[in-house]
């Protein structure tokens, strides 16, 4: 049972514009969202993270934001710039520690 | 400041040889994790430890042990590798206390590729 979906496998967006990831989750036993962004060959690198008491953290061109009455999540990037080309994991950190990724979403940013 | 360091990067068994994977961290972390990534699947976490000395199950941790005898070392060993464990394997550590502000920055390690015959 998956407890985070991302149903978009891919996603493209024209380079200045904006890219909107979205994130849908089940579990609302849930300390904190986390967005990770990865290149091929690459470990993730951590993006921004929301917590449960929060509806929006803004950090640069990233903006998150959690709708909990729809278990919704979406990271916004705008502008959107050809090094955002990559594949975006939302993930969610539970009570007991665990971090529970979803499948991804792969950002094409087109020039 | 290495961060998170993977070791092996690559590596070829056959089915029903055992091998393990270490990861190491230098920036005194309290939680670290091992996640599988495969095609269409995401990231799945195996197992992970929120301290020196323990460990626990993931979402996908048949087929695997994992030890944490030292806090900056966690280790994922295989008993006997079948080819559906053919990965590409990635450990992640994270700071801080439960509670507090432990999810600043995950770090993850570049990863070792593991394929089984």
């Known amino acids: 049972d998956q407890q985070v979906k991302q149903n978009s496998p891919s996603l493209s967006v024209q380079e200045g514009r904006i890219s909107i990831l979205n994130c849908d989750y089940t579990?609302?036993?849930?300390?904190?969202f986390l967005w990770y962004k990865k290149y091929p060959a690459e470990g993730p690198t951590f993006l921004i993270s929301?917590?449960?008491?929060?509806d929006k953290n803004e950090d640069g061109r990233f903006t998150v934001f959690l709708n909990k009455s729809a278990k919704h999540l979406s990271l916004h990037i705008v502008p959107s710039q050809p090094g955002d080309s990559a594949v975006y994991f939302c993930?969610?950190?539970?009570?007991?520690?665990?971090?529970?990724f979803g499948k991804g979403t792969r950002l094409h940013i087109l020039p | 400041n290495a961060g998170v360091t993977q070791t092996p990067k690559f590596r070829v068994l056959k089915t029903g040889q055992s091998m393990t994977l270490l990861c190491a961290q230098d920036?005194?972390?309290?939680?670290m994790y091992w996640y599988r990534q495969d095609p269409g699947m995401g990231l799945r976490l195996i197992h992970y430890?929120?301290?020196?000395?323990?460990?626990a199950k993931g979402e996908v941790p048949d087929g695997y042990n994992v030890s944490r005898l030292k806090k900056q070392n966690f280790l994922l060993g295989l008993e006997s590798a079948a080819p559906s464990q053919t990965s590409v394997y990635f450990c992640?550590?994270?700071?801080?206390?439960?509670?507090?502000?432990?999810?600043?920055?995950?770090?993850f390690g570049p990863g070792t590729r593991l394929t089984v015959l």
């Open positions: 993930a969610f950190l539970n009570r007991d520690d665990k971090i529970i």
């Open positions: 579990n609302s036993m849930f300390d904190y």
């Open positions: 929301i917590s449960s008491i929060k």
């Open positions: 920036m005194n972390h309290e939680y």
């Open positions: 430890s929120v301290g020196e000395g323990t460990t």
């Open positions: 992640a550590s994270i700071g801080g206390l439960a509670g507090g502000p432990r999810t600043d920055t995950q770090y």
